[in-house]
């Protein structure tokens, strides 16, 4: 169905098609196969579902912006090909990258990132909220980035409000591609966007057998250990189980206060009943067969975190090699009139202090060839 919005702050009227049918697909190909660059961006239900699904596709191509529904029944193999021929516009196209190859192995053939582009040029406010109020007067409704994106029928707000997201791209994109022009860090950006293209391939990192020390959990000493792990399994349990997202079961805080009373060696109903209450009537019997678990397991049993590499203490020479790297960066970021992480972060700062022969591949070349030219590079 199309769609309009009027809208005082625009003094325009946004106009976009919403598909949910295989035969409303033609006009969008169309547009596509014309075009010779395109707006992309995406909505995903990640705070609704325990597994995270892409649920709508917003394109604006040729003109004309499109919100395809990416769980209605639509074969969509001839839409990817066309949408990896062009180049995107995109915004935190991080996130969106890693979802669409993890969804349908998507990858695009170059990449503008609003957001990267913004950072470069040391723009404090870079959400796109933010460059959109600061660029073109529009206040989106930030409300809607928390919504449910998997709920059908989609309100016309949220349906105008996923379109505005890319409606302005194109000529946000000109704006910032002229000020990094001006101070001629465009070849800097467009490494930048290469890179990310390449690691959104890396899809999202596998659950990690650790996940379960959460912050505190290091001063976690005896039974609180033990505990914390058995309820943070039943925890992920749960999750899939009702299909949520494993904070909606218990939070992190939860968890952290019954393991830091089981670590206190109180009673085993003390921890039950003064850290849950009857408050979780429906989980309450799992959750306390989970406690007792917990206070029946030997923490010498538990996994242990193996000690990796990067963790190992550093040597005289290498700090004082990692605070000549930090102290370089932080000059030519003054300089530069840019945050420091943008040319390295501290964990990378970490790797180069270590191994100084690896920061050809640590950095991209632009950050590397600037600390490489440092004098206390060659000392």
Request: one cysteine or more; a neutral charge; hydrophobic letters at 40%.
């Amino acid at each position: 169905m199309g769609e309009t919005n009027p809208s005082t702050r625009l003094n325009t009227t946004l106009h976009y098609q919403f598909i949910d049918r295989p035969e409303q697909l033609t006009p969008l190909f169309a547009a596509l196969d014309r075009c010779t660059e395109i707006a992309l961006d995406t909505e995903a239900d990640n705070l609704f579902r325990y597994r995270t699904r892409v649920c709508l596709l917003q394109i604006q191509a040729a003109g004309e912006i499109y919100l395809v529904d990416l769980l209605a029944d639509m074969a969509l193999d001839r839409l990817w090909p066309r949408l990896a021929a062009k180049p995107l516009i995109m915004h935190g196209s991080d996130y969106d990258l890693r979802l669409l190859w993890e969804f349908c192995r998507f990858q695009p053939l170059s990449l503008f990132d609003t957001m990267f582009a913004a950072q470069l040029l040391n723009i404090p406010r870079f959400g796109l909220a933010a460059l959109l109020q600061q660029n073109f007067g529009v206040e989106l409704d930030k409300d809607h980035q928390k919504a449910n994106w998997s709920q059908r029928p989609l309100d016309q707000d949220m349906l105008d409000y996923a379109a505005m997201d890319v409606f302005h791209l194109l000529a946000l994109r000109d704006r910032l591609r002229d000020e990094l022009i001006k101070l001629g860090r465009l070849e800097w950006f467009e490494q930048k966007c290469r890179w990310q293209i390449e690691v959104g391939r890396d899809g999202f990192s596998a659950p990690d057998e650790n996940a379960w020390r959460i912050t505190g959990s290091e001063r976690l000493r005896g039974r609180g250990l033990p505990v914390l792990h058995a309820i943070w399994q039943w925890r992920e349990s749960w999750a899939e189980k009702i299909n949520t997202p494993p904070f909606k079961v218990v939070g992190n805080e939860m968890l952290g206060r019954i393991a830091r009373a089981a670590d206190e060696e109180r009673p085993i109903e003390e921890v039950l009943y003064l850290n849950l209450g009857r408050r979780h009537d429906r989980l309450f019997p799992s959750l306390a067969e989970a406690v007792r678990k917990g206070f029946a397991t030997d923490p010498h049993t538990l996994p242990r975190r193996e000690r990796r590499r990067e963790f190992a203490p550093m040597s005289p020479d290498e700090l004082a090699r990692q605070d000549r790297l930090k102290a370089d960066r932080d000059r030519l970021a003054l300089a530069l009139n840019i945050d420091p992480t943008l040319i390295a972060t501290r964990s990378q700062l970490v790797l180069i202090a270590r191994d100084p022969s690896s920061i050809e591949t640590v950095l991209l070349p632009w950050q590397a060839q600037l600390l490489k030219a440092e004098p206390a590079w060659k000392s």
